[in-house]
């Protein structure tokens, strides 16, 4: 009686037991959904999703062209298999590989290519059914990589009254040319690469602002920037305030006989004055600007219009692009004449050296108002020898000839003698 008390006790105890129960609950569980899946439902379909896709260029005709896959493409796709369902729902992505095929490539353009899909496990007693998508839209194309020169744009900037607001430039001075990578064909469009500012205001001094680099075709469109890979997608660029202001030409003379020293001898300039435009404190500072100097020894008759450059200021340059001026020399009433040179005068020679002179300067041509150069006497030249750092030795030095009884006249050419130091 007590025994059969303890059995009933031990049993019931045993079916409330949670660590027991829940356990063989699950198994039991299983051991049902198997015998289901196999008896009721032995064969099905099952779509496995992100099989990545592999692309292998290598040994084709991509590879052998240099082309390389433009834009994005899917590279996950989704496969269906058929088999025994407690197979195929043990499936995953990484028990299938999908192949893409390149052999219909055989230039550069746009391909519809097909998906092929395999094992790539151990896992068997299944067969795929099909790939989703089927083909895979591709372009290809060689990348090219090519340099630009950029071209800056400030929209909207505008100067102070009284000054101007000049072209705009690239102040990245690494950047006044970037270098931009893409398909070849895409390269092939791009016509202008611009870096434009949104600067919408008055400037009263040169500022610098960044400026977006936009690409543009032969018709000023813009250019998707997609397929590119660009050297920076900003830069800094500069909008210069300039002021500009009307000033005289001064005409500069070098080795001028002493009259021209302080009256300047007559010529007629091609432009009397200039329109500079630069920073506006420079161009306060200037009232004339300078020409590159006459040497009066290329003075003559025969010689009286040079072009001379002008002698502009750093940052200042002309509004109406002129470098040179034509300057012609007024000498309608002088003439020239040809004398040989005795008399030589050393100066600056070391008080312990001497020197040996030549015996003549032949067939210097004098310059000046005919009145004078008619009454000349060849006593009244004499050629100046600079000695100035010579020491012992033989060199050929330059003679300046000059006019003991006139200011007015001078020597056309140059010339030179060999003297000895000794």
Avoid: H
């Avoid at 920037?225 to 070098?254: A, M």
């Avoid at 006019?403 to 000895?420: L, P, R």
Wanted: charged share 20%; proline share 5%.
């Amino acid at each position: 009686m007590n025994d059969n008390k303890i059995k009933r006790f031990s049993l019931n105890k045993l079916l409330y037991n949670k660590k027991i129960i829940l356990p063989f609950s699950i198994f039991l569980a299983i051991i049902v959904w198997l015998v289901i899946n196999i008896t009721q439902n032995p064969i099905r379909d099952q779509t496995i999703t992100d099989v990545p896709v592999t692309i292998s260029t290598q040994s084709t005709v991509v590879s052998e062209l240099g082309l390389d896959i433009i834009g994005t493409y899917t590279n996950k796709v989704s496969v269906l298999v058929n088999g025994p369902s407690y197979i195929v729902s043990s499936l995953s992505s990484k028990d299938l590989l999908v192949n893409l095929s390149l052999s219909d490539v055989t230039a550069a353009g746009t391909y519809d290519l097909s998906l092929t899909a395999s094992r790539n496990s151990n896992k068997s007693g299944y067969t795929i059914v099909s790939v989703t998508p089927e083909k895979i839209k591709l372009s290809f194309d060689a990348i090219d990589t090519k340099d630009f020169t950029v071209a800056a744009v400030a929209k909207g900037a505008a100067a102070t009254t009284g000054l101007v607001a000049e072209k705009p430039v690239v102040t990245d001075s690494e950047f006044t040319t970037i270098q931009i990578k893409g398909p070849r064909t895409d390269i092939q469009i791009i016509d202008t690469v611009q870096a434009i500012a949104e600067v919408n205001k008055t400037l009263s001094a040169t500022e610098s602002f960044d400026a977006k680099i936009v690409l543009l075709d032969k018709n000023g469109n813009q250019i998707d920037q997609t397929p590119f890979t660009i050297e920076t997608d900003i830069i800094k660029i500069s909008v210069p305030i300039l002021k500009k202001k009307e000033v005289s030409i001064k005409t500069v003379f070098q080795n001028a006989p002493d009259i021209y020293q302080t009256d300047q001898i007559n010529s007629t300039l091609s432009e009397e004055l200039i329109t500079i435009i630069g920073p506006p404190e420079t161009v306060d500072t200037i009232d004339s600007i300078s020409l590159e100097p006459i040497d009066f020894d290329s003075i003559s008759p025969d010689n009286k219009s040079f072009d001379v450059a002008l002698q502009l200021p750093t940052a200042v340059k002309s509004v109406d692009n002129i470098k040179t001026i034509t300057v012609i020399i007024n000498v309608d009433n002088m003439i020239t004449k040809q004398f040989n040179v005795f008399t030589f005068t050393p100066v600056n020679l070391a008080s312990d050296l001497t020197v040996s002179l030549p015996y003549s300067v032949k067939n210097v041509k004098i310059c000046g108002p005919k009145s004078i150069v008619s009454s000349i006497a060849t006593g009244d030249l004499y050629a100046e020898i600079d000695l100035s750092g010579k020491g012992a030795g033989e060199f050929t030095m330059p003679a300046k000839i000059k006019c003991k009884s006139s200011g007015e006249v001078w020597a056309v050419g140059q010339y030179d003698v060999i003297v000895t130091v000794k």
